[in-house]
């Protein structure tokens, strides 16, 4: 009964890889987002979807591309990977435009990128 | 635009002994404002949140906050605290019409026996 759920949860790999990771909602949420967390813990909003559709795009380097196939997925390709990419990875959801707007996080990708 | 400040990057207190994890913003516009809680190797899971009306919030495991328009704050307090509650707090701030939510660099509550 998970309500978001990342695969994989760990990801180690070498610099000039593709890779992907998959975020998977059951909660009906309509809005599904991608952030980035470094290794001082701060965390940094990259791309959010709202009905399959990109509403944010932050200033993220064309190499990350967002791909939502519905509603209740939103996964998150990387290519060319590069030592800086290393991170934890979290995705998270939320009902959209409603005053009780609060995001409901996955455990998180662990990406190690050598 | 918003921000969100957390004053303190770590705060250590003995267990039992009450706490308060700091939190200032900015924003032109009114907010919603936000704690979350992530353990160890977790994602981050929502603690509170204040919308409107009271100014004190109550939320899970005991912790509460109170929002003061006029301090731009919203501190976290326990008046008791427990070994679980070693985590890293995150405070976040989203100003009404605005789509992104904004976090803090986060605070590490260290609970010592």
């Known amino acids: 009964d998970t309500a978001v759920s990342q695969t994989p949860k760990y990801l180690v790999t070498q610099m000039g890889n593709d890779k992907s990771i998959k975020c998977e909602q059951n909660l009906g949420h309509d809005t599904m987002y991608w952030y980035k967390q470094d290794s001082k813990k701060f965390l940094k909003i990259m791309f959010s979807?709202?009905?399959?559709?990109?509403?944010i795009n932050e200033t993220v380097p064309n190499r990350f591309s967002p791909k939502s196939p519905d509603k209740a997925h939103l996964n998150l390709h990387i290519n060319s990977l590069e030592l800086g990419d290393s991170a934890v990875y979290f995705c998270?959801?939320?009902?959209?435009?409603?005053?009780?707007?609060?995001?409901?996080f996955g455990p998180g990708t662990r990406l190690t990128v050598t | 635009a918003q921000s969100v400040t957390q004053l303190d990057s770590q705060v250590p207190v003995f267990e039992e002994a009450p706490v308060e994890l700091r939190c200032n913003y900015s924003?032109?516009?009114?907010?919603?404002l936000f704690w979350y809680v992530q353990y160890p190797n977790q994602g981050l899971q929502l603690l509170l949140k204040y919308l409107s009306g009271s100014t004190l919030v109550k939320g899970i495991n005991g912790f509460e906050a109170e929002f003061n328009k006029s301090q731009t704050s919203f501190h976290l307090r326990k008046p008791s605290v427990h070994i679980s509650d070693t985590a890293e707090y995150f405070c976040a701030v989203r100003s009404r019409g605005y789509q992104k939510v904004t976090f803090g660099i986060g605070t590490k509550l260290q609970v010592i026996p």
């Open positions: 998270a959801s939320s009902r959209a435009e409603t005053a009780h707007y609060e995001q409901y």
């Open positions: 979807y709202n009905n399959k559709e990109l509403i």
């Open positions: 924003s032109s516009v009114s907010v919603y």
